[in-house]
């Protein structure tokens, strides 16, 4: 795709257009009506050939714009983008040149023609944006191919606007409409004269995925910081979010420190892990992982059992239930130092005993909901520079049956009620990620290793160095992918580990399987992985 660019001053989209290339598309000539104009130099740096075509005095539209036309013949091109043009073309013009398209900076049909930014401060919209629009003679009103919206703040005026709406809206959709151009996605249908009436593009359509996304946000807070003192942060909420979250969540320790981003992200995580289990469940979280979790038949105990996995990482961790928080519980909690408590929910009396912390943050998040009903946000999302990681959230739950056992030996039922539970917990420890567990609480959890047998021997040692009333002997093992070698077998053996569950997959399997044999271990095969990178 090769682009014909005509501009009156500074090009800047034009410019932006050739540094990024969109679709592959590349700016082969730049025109202008203006001598001396600013787009001459910044197209002779990017050693793009220029054409000054002035019109001259008494010189109809139509006579200057052949004139244009016979330049411009000597260049290849595919498609005329205008860019502050400041000159309203002709059919001469539009007819005998490819599709022309220009950026209009508003949302047409709002606040066309000039002086778009001072029409927008003046009529108090809270929205303005850009438009790129096929062009014909009328003034800013051929078919629309694409829009980007921007807000408007209070404090704006026209300098701030017009920046925002470049920077923000026209480099965003500019490029994205050549981009649809140069994949030959744009259907322009026309009337019988030739005038473009309508833009269809292949693909811009609604989805899990579509290729466009607008995604809308309200500052909730302004934090003390970001995760580090020299980072400012802020925390942005979605107002249409139906789940439980900790963004929402009313504190009930107003006298404590505010809630910062380290905070926030950990409270997420830990509310996240527990919203998984159907059975009273507790979990201690530090920096995003697990420390200890497990389901009981009380609150307490459930958290009892999570804390004695590694009550000495716990120190400063995140709590999370998923019952409402009686006095026993918050006794417990409050023994020992926490940041934060997660519940939908708490007595009168464990609010008594919690916010006798001083600096312990409560928050309730209200009911979490039945079943699937906890989740009703279907996407999780990573901001990367320059753009924005998008997938489902892992709602994968084997069942008993779901699972494949692949060596001698069975396992009790027992077992595989623990490789449930522990399956359930692993998604949230981070890759590469082991974790120990009996019955339904943890028992030793090795996460965030790049190699998976060091993830093993972590594992081991924190639940023979630091879990208390605990053994990793008997234990189940899960793995959140595959076993590479045998060499984590041959690791978890040592350890006391019985049983195991895993994803399958390996072009090694026949060995660890051999190997499980070897050591009378049970191993099962979920046929899906559980990675968890962020």
Known sequence: ??????????????RHIDDVAPGGAEVSVVLTNREGAPVLE???ERRIPTEVVVREEGESREEHEERILERLAAYDFDLVCLDGYMRVLTDTFLDAAPTTVNVHPSLLPAFPGANAHEQVLDAGVRTTGCTVHVVTEAVDDGPIVTQEPVPVYADDDEGSLKRRVLQEAEFTAYPRAVRWFAAGAVDVETADDGTPVSVTVDGDTDGSFPAR??????????????????????????????????VGATEHNPGSKAMGYNNYNDADAALGLVKEFDEPAAAVIKHTNPAGCATADSLADAYDRALRTDAKSAFGGIVAVNRPCD??????????????????????SALDVLTE????????????????????????????????LVQERDRQSPAAADLEVVTER??????????????????????NGILFATGTETVGVGMGQVSRVDAVTLAAMKAEKD??????????????????????????????IEAVIQPGGSVNDEDVIEAADAHDMAMAFTGTRCFRHD
């Not at 079943?371 to 990573?382: A, D, I, L, W």
């Not at 069975?410 to 890759?431: C, G, N």
């Not at 208390?468 to 590479?484: L, Y």
């Open 1 to 14: 795709m090769k682009i014909a660019g005509l501009a009156s001053n500074r090009g800047r989209n034009l």
């Open 42 to 44: 910044a197209a002779a």
């Open 213 to 246: 996304r607008l995604v809308s946000e309200d500052r909730a807070d302004t934090l003390r910081y970001g995760e580090n003192p020299h980072q400012d942060a802020a925390l942005y909420a979605d107002p249409a979010c139906e789940e439980a979250t900790v």
């Open 327 to 348: 006095a026993d519980t918050a006794e417990a909690i409050a023994e020992s130092f926490k940041e934060v408590v997660v519940a939908p929910g708490y007595t009168d």
């Open 357 to 388: 912390k001083g600096n312990l943050r409560v928050l309730d998040v209200g009911p979490l909901g039945e079943g699937e009903g906890r989740f009703s946000e279907r996407f999780t999302e990573k901001p990367i520079v320059g753009g924005r």
């Open 410 to 431: 069975e396992p009790t039922d027992e077992q595989v009620e623990t490789m449930l539970f522990a399956w359930k917990t692993l998604k949230h420890v981070k890759s």
């Open 467 to 496: 879990a208390d009333g605990k053994s990793a002997e008997g234990a189940v093992m899960a793995s959140d992918a595959f076993f590479p070698f045998p060499d984590a077998i041959e690791e978890a053996a040592e350890a006391g």
